[in-house]
């Protein structure tokens, strides 16, 4: 049974930064491709940035320059650096991980994950 456990978020001012943490356990290879997406009251889950088994990533348009997707395969575990935050960014985030290093859909699909966390709260006050 794969669990995915996230943690790091929080409440902070605009223009400050948080680190969230996933860690996947049970998965059954540790360079699956990973990601993280996030839902605002009132709006679809969409993807935020996601790192493929070859270390190829994808990060939304809205947060290139700021967030930095890390993995560490040993570990299992996924990063997200936020800087730079803007009350925009305020959501829950959600850590996925994959079944299989291909499927049909693309690394910013939700449908390309199968296992899923609980969500860790990102605010981002003005």
């Known amino acids: 049974q794969v669990q995915v456990v996230e943690s790091g978020g929080g409440l902070v001012q605009a223009g400050g930064s948080l680190r969230l943490s996933c860690t996947a356990i049970g998965l059954s290879y540790d360079d699956l491709p990973m990601g993280w997406f996030r839902q605002a009251p009132g709006k679809e889950r969409e993807g935020v940035s996601c790192i493929s088994w070859n270390g190829s990533t994808y990060y939304a348009d809205s947060v290139k320059g700021r967030f930095t997707i890390i993995k560490n395969n040993a570990k299992n575990t996924l990063y997200l650096q936020m800087n730079s935050l803007k009350p925009e960014d305020t959501a829950m985030y959600y850590c996925?991980?994959?079944?299989?290093?291909?499927?049909?859909?693309?690394?910013?699909?939700?449908?390309?994950?199968?296992?899923w966390g609980q969500g860790t709260q990102v605010t981002v006050s003005s």
């Open positions: 996925a991980a994959a079944a299989s290093y291909y499927n049909e859909y693309g690394l910013q699909s939700a449908l390309r994950y199968k296992y």
